[in-house]
């Protein structure tokens, strides 16, 4: 995407940020006028939330699919120790 120029009418590559070391076209994003006023009323739709996400076919958010998996594996070490507690010991 590149710097705005003179979209943004800011100093960015000279001045820089963090100290003079970086600003984000040179660390590899696109420039997105953060400086400028007004900035999260005219531009802050830059970048979105990735919010939810249809996987295949199934509409789900990290959180839900994060719940299932830890729901899953407490079935699983349940399982587990219910076995544990009635299995047989081996005879040798």
Same mark, same amino acid.
């Given at each position: 995407m590149g710097c705005k #120029?003179?979209?943004?009418? =800011? =100093?960015?590559?000279t001045e820089r940020f963090n100290h003079h070391t970086s600003?984000? +076209?040179l660390a590899g994003h696109g420039?997105? $006028?953060c400086s400028e006023p007004n900035f999260? &009323? &005219?531009?802050a739709d830059f970048e979105k939330p990735l919010g939810r996400q249809l996987? *295949? $076919? !199934? &509409? %789900?958010?990290a959180d839900t699919i994060g @719940? +299932? !998996?830890? #729901? @899953?594996?407490?079935? $699983? !070490? #349940? @399982? *587990? %120790?219910v076995a544990s507690v009635f @299995?047989?010991?081996?005879?040798e």
């Open positions: #120029g003179s979209y943004t009418y =800011n =100093n960015c590559p600003w984000p +076209v420039c997105m $006028g999260w &009323d &005219d531009m996987l *295949h $076919g !199934i &509409d %789900a958010t @719940a +299932v !998996i830890l #729901g @899953a594996t407490v079935v $699983g !070490i #349940g @399982a *587990h %120790a @299995a047989k010991p081996l005879e």
